[in-house]
């Protein structure tokens, strides 16, 4: 039986096919690789215009908002109240604070939970 003119071709190229593919893969898999959560952190204080780094003054523990209570979003950040604002940044700074202890699940799921923060419901 004759192959389809498209058949034969198909079967004799798909060997190189998948080699090409997996090179690809290969070549590009450092970048693929799950970011820090020190680097997750700046990503999401950076879409809202939050601090990214801990407070130094006793009064601004890492548990506690670096924002003014009456602070508004720089524009240009997504829009999100201020008391919800406030309230990541004090995760976002819980995150940070487990990070640098190397806590890394902790400062995850600080993290999980200010990124839940601007969804509804």
Same mark, same amino acid.
């Given at each position: 039986?004759?192959?389809?003119?498209?058949?034969?071709?198909?079967?004799?190229?798909?060997?190189?096919?998948?080699?090409?593919? %997996?090179?690809?893969?290969? +070549?590009? &898999?450092?970048? $693929?690789? #799950?970011?820090?959560?020190?680097?997750?952190?700046? !990503? *999401?204080?950076?879409?809202?215009?939050?601090?990214?780094?801990?407070?130094?003054?006793?009064?601004?523990?890492?548990?506690?908002?670096?924002?003014?209570? %009456?602070?508004?979003?720089? +524009?240009? &950040?997504?829009? $999100?109240? #201020?008391?919800?604002?406030?309230?990541?940044?004090? !995760? *976002?700074?819980?995150?940070?604070?487990?990070?640098?202890?190397?806590?890394?699940?902790?400062?995850?799921?600080?993290?999980?939970?200010?990124?839940?923060?601007?969804?509804?419901?």
């Amino acid at each position: 039986m004759p192959c389809p003119r498209w058949g034969c071709d198909i079967v004799a190229v798909k060997p190189i096919w998948l080699v090409a593919v %997996g090179v690809a893969v290969v +070549a590009f &898999a450092p970048q $693929l690789e #799950a970011a820090t959560c020190s680097e997750e952190i700046d !990503l *999401l204080a950076s879409q809202y215009a939050l601090s990214t780094k801990l407070p130094e003054s006793p009064s601004g523990a890492a548990g506690e908002a670096a924002t003014p209570p %009456g602070a508004q979003a720089p +524009a240009g &950040a997504a829009a $999100l109240p #201020a008391s919800k604002r406030r309230q990541m940044q004090v !995760l *976002l700074n819980g995150a940070r604070a487990a990070d640098q202890q190397g806590k890394e699940a902790e400062c995850f799921e600080r993290l999980s939970e200010a990124r839940a923060i601007p969804e509804p419901g």
